[in-house]
């Protein structure tokens, strides 16, 4: 490591928001200061001392793998009664493939990756949901009429 190299606050700023970039894209905090660190030649705790200095909050990278499991996609399960409920199923099926691919790029995948694959997989969950109550409501009503 070069001593005596000055850093202004600009770039400081810069450095710590290329460290923040890696953490984004799958690297833990420790492992994004070390790497940054070496490449400008300072510690990693000099880079800490920046950002504490400016006051720059480390950034929450959702996993994909939190993802699945917070949005309940594996625990899903439908009956495969009607035409909607199979289209809904196998696009399920497709967005784990997804799932599967991004989970297997050790955190390769970006932030935006992240958020579109969520909001695909809310919508998908939504139409499933809404599918599952029509259907319980024609099925309390068929009941009804039956017993009547």
């Given amino acids: 490591m070069s001593i005596g190299i000055k850093h202004t606050k600009t ?20 492992s994004a200061r070390k790497t940054v660190a ?30 699945v499991r917070n949005n309940g996609t594996t625990n899903l399960t439908t009956k495969t009664s ?13 967005l784990g493939v997804v799932f599967t691919s991004l989970v297997n790029q050790d955190g390769r995948f970006s932030n935006s990756d992240a958020t579109a694959i969520s909001g695909v997989a809310n919508v998908i969950l939504g139409s499933c949901k809404q599918v599952l109550l029509e259907r319980k409501a024609i099925n309390t009503v068929a009941k009804t009429e039956h017993l009547s």
Avoid: C, Y
Avoid at 19 to 28: M, Y
Avoid at 46 to 61: E, H, N, S
Avoid at 82 to 94: C, F, N, R, W, Y
């Fill in 11 to 30: 770039e400081q700023r810069k450095i710590v928001n290329r460290t923040f970039g890696l953490v984004r894209n799958g690297h833990s905090i420790t």
């Fill in 38 to 67: 070496k490449e400008i030649g300072v510690s990693p705790n000099t880079l800490w001392v920046w950002q504490d200095k400016f006051g720059m909050a480390t950034p929450k990278v959702v996993k994909t793998a939190d993802l």
């Fill in 82 to 94: 009607t035409t909607a409920i199979k289209g809904l199923e196998v696009m399920k099926g497709q």
